[in-house]
């Protein structure tokens, strides 16, 4: 039909109430006039109104004709289904907040889950045109790595074509800074170190005062001027626009507040948002634990991220090619004096090989993304699936429902409904509900995602993620609400299509269908599967933890303080004089607190849970006399060890058995003998067979050194919880040999472990109050943190885990419950007729059991078939344990047979107790 | 006959229409039983749903009048698009008519 034509449709069936008037007013008259007329040829007017209505013809079929014309009936009717479905909702809340409960729960799950992984993997960063932003990585021995040297930084700005380079501070080199406004200590903010041309390459642009700009970028120590972000002005400055151009003092330096970034822009680190940037030449100023890297720079420290913008007609490897030799040309210079390495090995792992790519970061960078993907996308299966088993509750629940209106939509459909119009009336209850618990679920959706990403927090930088809704999450929720409403009101409603008019007027069981309940005892069986699985699941990350965590040694965790104490200077022992002023103050430090009542004992160390040692070891020959290492007719063996620098009493304070003798204040004095202590993981290995204590190992490296073992340690992971133990070489602080000095304290009290906290951190500030001071936390949350993806694994997949085993228990009983209804006669019948009542709890019995072994039965091929599928990313997520792992199936297999068979006792004992008397006179 | 063949009463009205310029229901009832000369008697109250559609259809348009016996109703008059729907609709017939005769001629 014309577009006029259409129009004229809709505008009709807009104002049905005013076509109606319309039409009764025409009605009326023609009626009157059609009376008049026989009125004219004599009849009386009584005669002459129903003469007028015969040749009418009936009034109301006529107006349904009319209303038919008009096309707004399904419209009206729709409306008043919707009327009618809110009054019988109303009428049964019980029914009505159970499902609706099911599916905000589970919607409200889904969608949570989803949010995280949209803002963590999927949403664009909010710049200017983030498609087009690239990561400039670097192809090393086939690993995809990032972060450059500043000169690399200098070198590859100037020599780009066909685009634009900008830089910033690596997350692996997190800027921690003290801002002070007055005297005391203030937990520290975050920075970022940014080039002169960073906001203009993004296209930022300020809500107040100015950015950070090329003229910021010249001279080295010269430009003192810092941009708050937005969260930060709101904490701090209340959003007060005096705050541009006050003055803020950053690890002791004078810094000037140019201006505020706008609050949506967070940097490029997806879970991370720094609180103030500062320009690339006030490093020093703001990093005084490492020293200055661009006037020294040293090679390892590729602490520049470097970002591009390319030009549009250019493509990505045609910048990044000539940029290659530029950068080795660039690292030779920066490795000039060094050998420069002949064997090929060595010259790939020195970086001469490494090939320049751009990676696409629309969606950001994200350390987060790499820690937690796999795990939201399997936290979204699980709580996928305990949304399907609710569902099948809720058709279950509808489908009884429907049986209990049976007279009523036979007797409609007797009159003359359409099938199609009562089958309407049940959809659109079915879509109330579907409606209104998509709502409540993204309401509760909004609380989980909040309350989740504290949970991932906890002992850590608080996670920065914009959670706020959008296009794609709105979506998600429109369209699981959709497909859960389809899913739990078909079968309801195909049931209508399906009904017997006769039978289901007189409500007698017609012989077979109904009452086998098959559709029904289907769908448990469905649920009892997706339970299983879900229970195997929860075992499996549950044990993960559990292994991760397990307590090898005795201390309490709670009650060991850890902290980072990184004074000015530390990360450079090698400037003569180092070594010895840290070791003062440390030494200092730990006889101040060893003095404070309560605390038990205190010590340091260079590795803790949170700041795991890389792991690169160094090799070690058991043995003594310099010959060398690879000579095999020597005797001696080398092994690989890590090194850690301690003081006395850290296996003490830590709770690390130990045999032999611990590090005493004369191990540390300067002309002492060098002695080490090692682990047992060092034992088995070097001394499988003999008694390591007295004997001299020597390290590698220039020059080589010999030291005597003194102790032998028990194996710890608290240096790095993930990896298996490792053999470890423990020396005094100032025999260790490296260039890091940054210790970590730790302190074992007695019990008051808040308040001494609070001394400690009081002693920390006072150690050196012009560097970032760290959080004091407990052992326990540093570990904790570790450990936040599995924890968050285990807590959710259990908690959902159970939440689906009740909904299946739940789904069996009703279904249980419904047969014994169903069936009451026969049941009757047969207790009458002598059956034994333990015969009839035995059918029930039998009954629960199929179905639960039914569901077994399915869930085993199929959870085969899922860990097969996936094993590359669940072997990554489980720790000492194999998806097949049996005894987690045994357990899981046995909780749910419990609950399937406390589902059935209830119906079970029901049928028990029917009384043939009373069932058989019921009808 | 009492019964009016399918369609043709949008004919029937597009035609009355077409003539007699605005009328009521009632007129258009009326004047097509007067030309019909007694062999049709439909109810007349069918006659509106068939208005509504020819309206939906743009071949009519209606306005508000009052009849002989002052009450509200709707003139529906013929608009341009309904005189041309109408010779079609005539061309139509005719040649059903025609061809049709044809048919029952035929021995």
Redesign the interface.
Known sequence: ??R??WW??MV?RASPGASER??D??????L???A?EHVRRGLTTEEARLAALR?????EP?KE??R???GSRWFEHVTRDLVYAGRALRKSPGFTLAVVLTLALGIGANTAVFTLIDALSWRSLPIRDPESLQLVSRIRLGRTETGFTYPQFQALREAVRGGELAGYSSSAFPLMLTATVTDGVEPPISGQIVSGNYFNLLGVVPQLGRLIGPDDDRVPNAHPVVVLSDGYWRRRFARASSVVGSTLLLSGARFDVIGVTPPEFFGVDVGLAPDVYVPMMMQAAVMPVVGDLLVKPSVNRTWVQLLARIDADVGPSQVAAPLEPVYRESLTRSLAGAPLPSLPNMRARFGYDDKIVFVSAATGISDLRLQFSTSLFILLAIVGAVLLVGCVNIANLLLVRAAARRPEMALRLALGASRWRVMQQVLVEGAVLGAVGGAAGLVLAYWLTRGLIAYASTGRTPIALDISPDARMLAFTVMTSLVCTLLFVCIPALRVVRVDLLAAIKNVNAAGTFARMRPGKLLVVAQVSLSLLLLVAAGLFIRTLANLTRADQDAARDHVLVVRVEPRGSNQRGVPGTSERLDRLYTELMTRLRGVPGVRSASMGNVSPGKPESGAGSAIVVGGGTVRMDDPRSGNRPITASGQAIYPDYFKTLGIGLRGRDFSDADQSANAEPVCIVNEAFVRIAYPNEEPLGKICTTSGVPRRAFTIVGVADDSRYANPRAPVQPVLYTPFLQANTGRGQMILYVRTDGETAAIAARVRDEVWKADSTVPQFEVRTLAEEIDAVVVRERLLATLSTSFGVLGLILTAIGLHGVLSFLVVQRVRELAIRIALGAPRVGVVAMVVREAAVVVSAGALVAVPLGLAITRLSSRWLSELLYGLTPDDGLTLAGASLALVVVGAIAASLPARRASAVDPMVALRAE | MDEVPYGSLDLMILKTLDGLGPLHGYGIARRIEQVAEGSLALNQGTIYPALLRLEQKGWIKSEWGTSENNRRARFYSITRTGKKQLAVETDLWQQTMAMMKRLLEQP
């Open positions: 039909m014309s006029g034509e004229k449709r009709t319309n039409l007013d025409d009605v009326r008259a023609h009157e006039l059609l008049a040749d009418f013809g009936g009034v006529m004709a009319y038919d014309v008009r």
